[in-house]
């Protein structure tokens, strides 16, 4: 399919940026990925509002109204009519011509957006559950920006891939803060719990989903740290993103977590969350 590249539509080898953008030299930038089922956007009010908390915490404006994204992605998505796909989209702070960490004050942003078939999380990952090992967070302290400049989290997921588990979860001051790739949620004696946002984390559109249908369901749930021992300790551990949607951990460091099978709370949800996004097929 076509991209978008500030303000054309073009087959993917005709984009072309600068090589002084400072999205390529700074990893100066921020992005979304949003889903896209059955030809309809998932929460793009959400990603939208969050694209432009991005955008304000390093200092730059959309460049685009809501009805000029929604227009640029409904183009992109309508070349795969009615499929599921991820929509990918990028805003950098363009390029003067020259290599200064200093913001200039007339730049021009880069915009970018594309859509790919929607990469699913495996059917076996959803019922078996997954691996997880711990590490410590060695990202920023601005972790709630979702920058495009994520070398601490590609080198996190790669070390939890050599050790065979398919997710990090980071442990900053004793604390479990999230995924490499991924919001953490557990549960204790039948009660959700997930850390509260701050710096530390990406407010995730999938978590407030997730606590939004434990909320309309009365399952109970917190927002509250979660210490190491209380991760280790947990009855379950599930991580959540666009991409892998609701996903049991069932065996973290090496030692099972509950009976080593995903739990009943993590059924529940999960049925809600398969159950919602079936509604917006159905449109
Ligand atoms: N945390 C991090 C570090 C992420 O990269 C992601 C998504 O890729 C998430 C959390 C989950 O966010 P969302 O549910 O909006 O996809």
Not at 215 to 243: K, V, Y
Request: glycine share 8%; with cysteine; charged share 20%.
């Amino acid at each position: 399919p076509d991209i978008y590249l500030n303000g054309q539509f073009l087959r993917p080898e005709e984009g072309k940026i600068s090589v002084m953008d400072r999205g390529f030299l700074f990893g100066d930038g921020v992005y979304e990925v949003i889903p896209c089922y059955a030809g309809r956007l998932f929460r793009l009010e959400h990603h939208l509002q969050r694209l432009d908390s991005s955008l304000h915490a390093i200092h730059m404006t959309n460049p685009l109204s809501t009805a000029e994204w929604q227009a640029i992605l409904q183009r992109l998505i309508q070349q795969l009519p009615g499929t599921d796909q991820s929509v990918y989209l990028q805003i950098t702070r363009g390029s003067t011509g020259k290599r200064d960490h200093a913001i200039p004050k007339e730049i021009q942003p880069t915009l970018f957006a594309m859509t790919q078939p929607a990469i699913y999380p495996d059917e076996a990952s959803l019922t078996n559950g997954v691996k997880a090992i711990t590490l410590q967070d060695n990202r920023w302290h601005r972790c709630n920006i979702k920058a495009i400049t994520l070398l601490a989290n590609v080198l996190l997921r790669s070390e939890a891939m050599d050790h065979g588990a398919s997710e990090a979860i980071l442990i900053r001051d004793g604390q479990a803060v999230e995924g490499a790739t991924s919001n953490i949620f557990i549960v204790k004696k039948q009660r959700i719990i997930t850390p509260p946002k701050s710096e530390h984390l990406l407010p995730g559109i999938t978590r407030d989903l997730v606590l939004e249908l434990a909320g309309q369901q009365g399952m109970p749930f917190e927002e509250s740290a979660i210490s190491e021992q209380a991760l280790n300790e947990a009855d379950e551990i599930w991580l959540t993103s666009s991409s892998k949607e609701v996903m049991a951990v069932v065996e973290l460091n090496g030692q099972r977590v509950g009976n080593g099978k995903p739990g009943p709370i993590y059924s529940q949800i999960a049925n809600h969350y398969q159950a919602y996004k079936n509604l917006l097929r159905k449109g």
